[in-house]
């Protein structure tokens, strides 16, 4: 007498679905939410990463907003979305719209090469460029080659060259991923627009900015908050370029954490540094997801 | 029942063997080839007693060692590194023992001058630094002296200078006739502090100097002689005696271009001398910088980074016993043949006219009690500030004074 196969209605509400996101839910707290509370724990707290926390409330923010080297990293952070967010949208969009106006042999080709950047270690990324801008490296070399020889220094090693120098290297690596980005979106929007807007006259600029850029908003807006968040958490690529220097020309606020938390024995202001930087990257990206959102 | 007994108590025997017993050692990666060597003697000696050291490179070792130290269970042996930030916290936080009794037995504080081992000291809270009891020793000894390209000194009608004024003028001929005079890997800001330290050094008496590192807050920072250090090493850049590139010229980078012929002088530590002597051979010598005047020679450097025992250590006696076997008298020709400069007074030849030239240099900073550390030990935010001051001084983004105030400020953190 089993009643296992009597057919039961099934409630609106299914408790048993919660199972299936147990797993996936209980990484999320142990991975992300419990070291976000630690870490907001911790940032109202003086540790040394071993001894007893002490408690000292919001000093250490107070004093990190203080810090001038600190505010002025962060000021380097807005520089670099420059580099790593607007000019590879731009140059991602560019090339987009061209691809998909021209027929180009090998296209697949292309669209590999230029996508290649994306897919390097960061600190491999690095090291070839600390090389390209090495004052004997290739692109003094080939300066020189040209009769540049006044133009030609050592990139990294300038305090006003160094910011977009590693800015630039930022470009590289991301406009692959926005031009891969916007090359998938552009396959989506129905022919019939290009159709209806080459029969009312357009040309290849009319015909981007009314029919490919408005289909485009989506993966502009991911575009943009992935090339952000990158810009403003970045560490790997500037540690391993320049290291912050020289002086402090290429600091940015990842790097004071690190150096804090690792090299300094201040855990709890490098975890406040965290916070900061955290509500910093939310921001943001709220305020880019609001002012780009679809107004119904 | 009988049995289990001759079963338990065989187990026990054979288990525990005769004097079966394992010391754990951490060494930061630059050790590798003296520990091996030592580990090979010590275990020779010591029949039933198993080293098992591992080794992790500079960055990866400062960045987790205090963890390892606070560990349950952390390693019997292991390095530091001189100042508050990694020795301040391990003693602070009674992670590491006073090796006051060991010292005592095995007479380490009979192997150096008076004092010589106060980097080593600390007050038992580790609240001060620079005297109380000993927590720390190394066999090693590391200073920051003068390398020079033999045939282009000669080639310059040069001979090595007998006074910071004699260096000078060397750096000026050098410049004039087309030579690049220092070689400076600016780009990892490190490698100026043992510039700065050298140049500091020729002007500002090092007991100052030694004083300020150990108590900052109460020492003055900026002092005229200090400043004068800081207007020449300005003028010097300002000259182009360290090129128009050295900010974008990184330490390994520019070892490499003095060894194939870029370059006059190298103002590094004696830990290079072993590359130096395989790239350059004859053509390589060293000098410790003569002061201004000339009557004493300067110098930063100090020992190599301490040996500390930890306070969980299982056998600290057996810890202290390999400890004594490094800075025993025996392994000071080991030292030397695996490149390091021994602390103590070598009884071998030297095995290039490099060493021999290295370790006279050695001995003259010694002789004069001139070595001056490293500036940046005296605060746990001193590394940054000096490194980045550094980098604005030599590129000519900062003059002395803002130098000499940005570093005073710093000294009160």
Redesign the interface.
């Known amino acids: 007498m089993s009643n296992k196969n009597i057919y039961r209605p099934q409630s609106k509400f299914q408790y048993s679905s919660y199972l299936y996101i147990i797993p996936a839910f209980v990484f999320y707290i142990l991975f992300v939410l419990f070291p976000l509370g630690d870490t907001l724990y911790t940032s109202f707290t003086e540790w040394?990463?071993?001894?007893e926390k002490k408690w000292v409330g919001l000093q250490q923010y107070i004093d990190n907003l203080n810090n001038k080297k600190i505010t002025s990293s962060i000021v380097h952070s807005f520089i670099l979305i420059i580099f790593y967010s607007f000019l590879p949208i731009v140059i991602g969009l560019i090339i987009a719209g061209i691809m998909i106006r021209v027929k180009i042999y090998g296209l697949t080709f292309y669209r590999a090469i230029l996508f290649l950047p994306q897919i390097l270690s960061m600190i491999v990324v690095g090291v070839s460029w600390?090389w390209i801008?090495?004052?004997k490296g290739p692109l003094n070399v080939g300066l020189d080659y040209f009769g540049l020889e006044n133009v030609s220094?050592?990139?990294?090693?300038?305090?006003d060259y160094a910011l977009p120098a590693v800015g630039f290297i930022g470009t590289w690596v991301m406009f692959g991923f926005a031009m891969i980005l916007f090359i998938a979106g552009v396959q989506k929007i129905p022919t019939e627009l290009y159709d209806a807007a080459k029969v009312d006259g357009a040309g290849a600029i009319s015909e981007f900015f009314n029919v490919t850029l408005p289909n485009l908003r989506g993966e502009i807006i991911v575009a943009l908050i992935f090339t952000v968040t990158l810009a403003l958490r970045n560490f790997d690529l500037i540690w391993i370029t320049?290291?912050?220097?020289?002086?402090?020309s290429t600091m940015i606020p990842s790097m004071f954490i690190y150096?804090k938390a690792?090299?300094?024995?201040?855990v709890g202001s490098a975890s406040s540094l965290g916070i900061i930087l955290t509500l910093l990257i939310f921001t943001l990206v709220s305020l880019i997801l609001i002012s780009l959102r679809e107004r119904k | 029942m009988k049995k289990i007994v001759v079963l338990l108590s065989s187990l026990i025997f054979f288990s525990t063997g005769i004097n079966a017993e394992t010391l754990r050692i951490l060494a930061e990666a630059g050790d590798e080839a003296t520990l091996t060597r030592a580990a090979a003697q010590f275990e020779a000696a010591n029949p039933g007693v198993t080293i098992d050291a591992s080794y992790l490179g500079w960055d990866d070792f400062m960045a987790t060692i205090k963890l390892k130290l606070a560990d349950n269970n952390p390693p019997d042996l292991a390095h530091g590194n001189q100042g508050f930030t990694v020795d301040g916290t391990l003693v602070q936080n009674g992670l590491i023992i006073s090796l006051e009794k060991y010292a005592d037995q095995y007479g380490w504080k009979d192997l150096f001058a008076d004092g010589a081992l106060a980097e080593f000291m600390w007050s038992d809270d580790g609240s001060t630094w620079g005297s109380g009891s000993l927590f720390g020793v190394s066999p090693v000894a590391e200073d920051v002296i003068v390398f020079y390209n033999k045939s282009k000194l000669d080639a310059l009608g040069l001979s090595v200078p007998n006074s910071f004024e004699d260096f000078e003028n060397a750096l000026a001929v050098s410049k004039e006739a087309g030579e690049l005079p220092i070689i400076l890997g600016g780009a990892d800001g490190w490698p100026i502090i043992h510039v700065w330290g050298i140049i500091d050094g020729a002007f500002v008496d090092p007991n100052h100097t030694r004083g300020w590192i150990f108590n900052p807050k109460n020492f003055e920072f900026n002092t005229p002689s200090r400043m004068d250090a800081a207007k020449k090493l300005a003028d010097m850049a300002a000259a182009g005696y360290f090129g128009s590139d050295s900010l974008g010229i990184g330490y390994d980078d520019a070892n490499a271009m003095f060894i194939n012929g870029d370059g006059v002088f190298n103002l590094t530590g004696t830990w290079m001398t072993a590359q130096l002597d395989e790239g350059m051979g004859d053509n390589v010598g060293a000098f410790a910088m003569p002061t201004s005047g000339g009557s004493s020679v300067a110098g930063g450097g100090s020992f190599a980074l301490g040996w500390h025992i930890s306070s969980k250590a299982s056998n600290p006696d057996l810890a202290a016993k390999f400890l004594a076997h490094l800075m025993s008298n025996d392994f000071v020709d080991d030292l030397m043949e695996v490149g390091r400069v021994p602390a103590q007074a070598p009884t071998i030849a030297p095995t290039s006219n490099l060493q021999a030239e290295v370790i006279a240099s050695s001995n003259a900073l010694v002789g004069a009690n001139a070595k001056t550390f490293y500036t940046d030990w005296a605060t746990p935010g001193m590394y940054d500030v000096v490194t980045q001051e550094l980098q604005k001084l030599i590129g000519g983004a900062a003059s002395a004074e803002d130098f000499i105030s940005a570093m005073a400020a710093e000294s009160l953190n």
């Not at chain 1, 040394?48 to 001894?51: A, R």
């Not at chain 1, 690792?262 to 201040?266: H, I, N, S």
């Open positions: 040394n990463g071993i001894s600390r801008y090495a004052p220094r050592a990139w990294l090693g300038s305090f320049t290291g912050g220097g020289p002086g402090t150096k690792f090299q300094q024995g201040q």
